[in-house]
């Protein structure tokens, strides 16, 4: 395997000089497979990345007449999967921002469905904090409004066997953020606490593990490849570097050009390794759904449980795609460790 197969496979573009017709034409095929994998990745951050800034950024990229050159400039380092990615940054610290000035001016007596909003905001996702900063906050004031003071935020009296429940998913969710979500109902401990993690917490605890999921992975992947192919450069240097010499000075190049393709594949198997450990944690939050699901739909108190199998129904088939996902990737950096370790 040439360095040149290598690269290919990584995301340079070819460099097909004086090499025979064979050999340029499975570098050519192994070039548009990976051109092919790029605009996978692309599509899939246009359709789940959690970041508006970054979905509408790889959606312009997947459709754009360039076709492969701006996948390329939106996937290159300081391109623009990276500035989507800034941009969001920044206006989720604006959001956040607005967000405690509104939890600063508010109370659960003074403007509730505002606070109540903000709150919600506070502890949920990107998107929850990005509409209530667009729509919902004027939402909210517009119910406290109408309702002139005359507010209610009494709930029925919650049952045991949802309080019993919701102290379930406190100890025994996978997700990080819905047991948080479960936690801070159960300190609470009243009624409305309770309700609320029915009607929204979970929900919303939820989709903040997947996420920030789908976000790390993404940002080490980037990391991960883009390491991968300055290694590469490097140990094609000192492949190409061996060219003339002899003798010693052509043995040392030898073992420089060995330990930089060991690099190379040392990086791979890192890659390898954290796409499998993210396939096991995506296996586990997929069983774990299944187990809430079912828990659900045998329960039978007053709570809308319906809707909450569903949630979790859904949730689970999220976390299950996750898996299928992380297995691609991790058997894609196991071939490209391969075939490193095949020049080393």
Known sequence: MTPVLLAALLAGGPVFTDLAPGVVAVAQAADSAQAEKDRLKVKRLSDYDPRSEVRTAAWLAYISKDGDAAITEFLRPGGGRDAAVKRSQENVEINQAVIRDVLRSTTPDYYPELNLAATRADQGTIGEKDYFVRTGADEARARDEAQQGEH??????????????????????????????????????????????????????????????????????????????????????????????????????????????????????????????????????????????????????????????????STGKNWADEQSWASAQAADWQAIADLARGKS
């Open 152 to 313: 209610d935020r009494k709930v029925k009296k919650q049952a045991k066997a949802d309080r019993d429940f919701v102290a379930w998913i406190a100890g025994n969710d996978a997700g990080e953020q819905v047991r948080v979500a479960a936690k801070r109902a159960v300190d609470d401990g009243s009624d409305f606490a309770i309700n609320e993690f029915f009607v929204h917490g979970w929900a919303s605890g939820a989709d903040l593990d997947r996420d920030n999921h789908r976000m790390a992975t993404e940002a080490r992947e980037t990391e991960w490849r883009r390491t991968v192919q300055r290694l590469i450069k490097a140990a094609e240097e000192a492949e190409a570097a061996q060219k003339d010499l002899t003798g010693d000075e052509l043995a040392r190049a030898r073992e420089n050009t060995i330990a930089a393709w060991k690099a190379v594949g040392g990086q791979a198997q890192i890659a390898e390794k954290g796409w499998q450990e993210a396939q096991d944690r995506a296996k586990e939050q997929a069983a774990k759904w299944r187990e809430v699901a079912d828990k659900a739909r045998q329960s039978s108190t007053e709570q809308d449980w319906k809707s909450l199998a569903a949630k979790a129904d």
